[in-house]
């Protein structure tokens, strides 16, 4: 079962942000659901607080991979690179939203990766995005069964100088290569992108070309 902006997460923001600021926050706005946000995504649109996101496919990887994504986030393609034996490629692309500081990282990578594998091989980059971000709090896994393939998630909370960022990791297989991706976002973002990023990873449709 996912795990929200409960008493978990709680703990964990709270050795991060005093109590103060998280109360102030929890004051302004109430945290969407992922109902609420797989519902907006079926019917295209999604509304709250006086923000609108529009949804759409977007066809990725050499039409490998399809994902739901807000009309306001912009691709940003950050070119391809070689693998080194062999003719298998990487390719990484990137979407920015218009507005905000919320990022989406994808990476079809070259590292061979069976759908059984997804879930531990998350788990090695997660310690190893842990081994390297001093003060990370990892904050939540979870495996997702979507249509005979798996999506593998964890989530981890970010302190960075005078900043907090919340981040989503997942990874899949598209056509037996690891598809590694990343939401990430600032803390007062959270309410919103934190559900609306797990509606939006649970619309991923793998293509074995």
Same mark, same amino acid.
Do not use: C, T, Y
């Given at each position: 079962m996912t795990i929200y902006w409960d008493e978990k997460i709680l703990d964990v923001w709270n050795s991060i942000q005093t109590r103060r600021q998280l109360a102030e926050m929890e004051e302004q706005q109430v945290q969407l659901t992922l109902a609420e946000c797989l519902d907006g995504v079926r019917k295209g649109y999604l509304e709250y607080e006086g923000r609108r996101f529009e949804?759409? !496919?977007? $066809?990725l990887f050499d039409g490998q991979l399809g994902i739901q994504l807000p009309r306001s986030?912009?691709?940003m393609p950050r070119g391809r690179g070689s693998n #080194?034996?062999?003719n298998h490629q990487h390719e990484q692309i990137s979407f920015k939203e218009e507005e905000s500081a919320v990022m989406l990282g994808m990476n079809h990578m070259a590292h061979q990766l069976p759908m059984s594998g997804v879930e531990p091989f998350v788990q090695a980059m997660t310690a190893? $995005?842990?081994k390297a971000q001093a003060g990370l709090q990892v904050v939540h896994h979870e495996?997702? !069964?979507l249509n005979g393939y798996r999506v593998a998630c964890s989530e981890f909370i970010i302190p960075v100088e005078d900043k907090t960022y919340y981040q989503i990791l997942f990874a899949t297989s598209v056509n037996g290569r690891?598809?590694?991706? #990343?939401f990430h976002f600032e803390s007062e973002e959270v309410l919103v992108w934190q559900p609306l990023a797990h509606a939006l990873i649970r619309t991923l449709r793998v293509e074995n070309i």
């Open positions: 949804f759409a !496919e977007n $066809v986030m912009q691709l #080194s034996p062999g190893q $995005v842990k495996l997702i !069964e690891a598809l590694l991706g #990343s």
